[in-house]
């Protein structure tokens, strides 16, 4: 049964090509403006019948340009002509576009690589070395201010002795 569905949709599929090739030499012989939709109306098939199938699609290219010399008798109108145009400009306004926002990304990424293969580059880890020397510093003036106060601590220290010294070498008539 399934060889037998096979061969069927192979069957009209070779009808449907018979279709596109007599509609395109119907084309070819009026001097009609060739293109894949009016093919594709022209032969009662989908447009997705002919992008599937290459060799048709070539085929239509190949007699959508043409020139007249060769046998195309229609001549190309010259607001197809502008509209071609102005979509190969669009299109090419968007390649030059996709192209330069690629070349940024890759000289970034090449850049990054060249500046940490080098040496020269920070460590991945900055932002911790720096949350560090922020904390090492705040302790240097913690301890700072604890160096100021021990050593007024110390000269007060000093200054009682020197006065307790002064006092006990000082004669015994001279105290009260």
Do not use: C
Request: hydrophobic share 40%; glycine share 6%; no cysteine.
């Amino acid at each position: 049964m399934t060889s037998g569905m096979i061969e069927g949709k192979r069957a009209e599929s070779a009808r449907r090509r018979d279709r596109v090739i007599k509609a395109l030499d119907a084309a070819l012989r009026t001097g009609d403006d060739i293109t894949v939709s009016g093919l594709a109306r022209a032969a009662r098939v989908d447009r997705s019948f002919l992008y599937r199938h290459r060799d048709l699609l070539e085929r239509v290219h190949a007699a959508a340009n043409t020139p007249m010399e060769e046998g195309r008798l229609a001549a190309v109108s010259r607001a197809s002509l502008q509209t071609d145009l102005a979509n190969a400009l669009e299109r090419n306004t968007r390649l030059t576009a996709r192209v330069r926002q690629l070349e940024k990304r890759l000289s970034a990424q090449l850049g990054d690589q060249a500046w940490s293969e080098s040496g020269l580059g920070a460590s991945p880890d900055i932002d911790q070395l720096q949350r560090r020397v922020v904390m090492l510093e705040q302790e240097l003036v913690e301890k700072r201010g604890e160096l100021e106060e021990r050593t007024e601590e110390l000269e007060a220290a000093r200054a009682a002795n020197r006065e307790l010294t002064r006092a006990l070498n000082q004669p015994l008539s001279g105290r009260s």
